[in-house]
């Protein structure tokens, strides 16, 4: 597996490119902009310019809105709709892998069938109206509520409903370990991973799941709690992470470290994340 981690721009890309470069990450992901801030074209321009000279092989932009795709308001669902198609473009510039999106939650007394439909269609009318686009891939979350994409089941639905209306949406599937476990799959030993992984095959297609989020966390099992946390100090533990990282059928997959903070504990994860891996590659 591809192993990389979610990188500040707070310093600009090309300081973030050089965070990741520093840890020999093979992949990086980041947010399209900075917060309060109208991205510069130079921005861009210089990261483009550094990428090919780095260590990182694939780029993954994570969305920075929280979307409203599946509402059933017009006004608020056209909104999101213009924000995606903004961002994906910003995507494009980046030259990245995929765009990874969350669904977002339908609206209170509507279904999640109606709210899956809505957010296919808001994602259809954003890659018709975005300047440049990027292959689009979808992240599961820990669920609750009204929240889409807790169970692989609205996964598979919500691609099926998409690429029903436009096959030339290229879409992949982003599985984050903590909001697995946090939606209800135990994996946190070999036996939960395994059946996950053989599951998530099953239901997305094992070639349609190209991307990993590896999260500890410290969220109960099925509590649909978000928490990220570094390996070792969560509820996770080691097993389940090995697993998966020895997985033969998630080799040319691409695995994220998504720390709560940036700093020398995450430096010192990441580095055990990079030994595990290589350890499960004999």
Sequence with gaps: MLLGLHCSIRQGFLEALNYAESLKADVIQILPYRRNESPAEEDY???????????????????????????????????????????????????????????????????????????????????????????????????????????????????????????????SFCLDTAHAWAAGYPISDAEGMSRFLERASRILGKGNIRLFHLNDTHADLESHRESHGLWGRGVLGFEGLRFLLAAENFR???????????????????????KIALFAKV
């Design 45 to 171: 321009a210089g990261f483009v310019r550094k990428l090919p000279q780095s260590s990182v092989k694939k780029v993954y932009v994570h969305s920075r809105f929280v979307p409203n795709l599946a509402l059933i308001d017009e006004k608020k669902r056209l909104s999101s709709a213009a924000r995606l198609a903004y961002e994906l473009g910003l995507a494009a510039r980046l030259n990245a892998e995929a765009f990874v999106l969350h669904l977002g939650a339908y609206s209170e007394g509507d279904s999640v069938s109606s709210g899956l439909a809505l957010a296919a269609r808001s994602v259809r009318l954003a890659y018709q109206e975005a300047e440049r686009t990027v292959s689009l891939c979808i992240e599961n979350v820990p669920g609750g509520g009204r929240r889409l994409g807790g169970k692989l089941e609205e996964l598979a639905s919500f691609a099926e409903i998409l690429q029903k209306e436009n096959q030339r949406i290229t879409l």
């Design 252 to 274: 040319g997959c691409s695995g994220i470290l998504e720390s709560p903070k940036p700093g020398e504990a995450e430096r010192l994860n990441f580095k055990e994340l990079q």
